[in-house]
């Protein structure tokens, strides 16, 4: 099992992304910034499909937050082997 962190991935291309690598038996970290209901959704949805998912919010135009969002996840003793950078 990979650890996947998409950015962007409340809706498009990063959810469809989030689908497959969920799919794919991959645990799928969900990157977003504003989007909470639409990220708490998509985990619903994964989960139910039996995906490993869970949300991470991060502007990642400010890089004090991105700091803060890789501190975290290594912290928990992640560390991140696919990185889909989604956020536009």
Known sequence: MRNV?????SRGIGAAAARLFAENGDRV?????H???AVRK???ELTAQGG???PI????SDS??????????????ISIDVLVNNAG
């Open 5 to 9: 962190l998409i950015t962007g991935a």
């Open 42 to 44: 998509l985990c619903e």
């Open 35 to 37: 989007s909470q209901e």
């Open 57 to 60: 919010q991060a502007d990642v």
């Open 64 to 77: 004090q937050a991105v700091k803060t969002m890789f501190d975290t996840l290594h912290s928990n003793g």
């Open 29 to 33: 970290f969900l990157n977003y910034r």
């Open 52 to 54: 490993e998912v869970y």
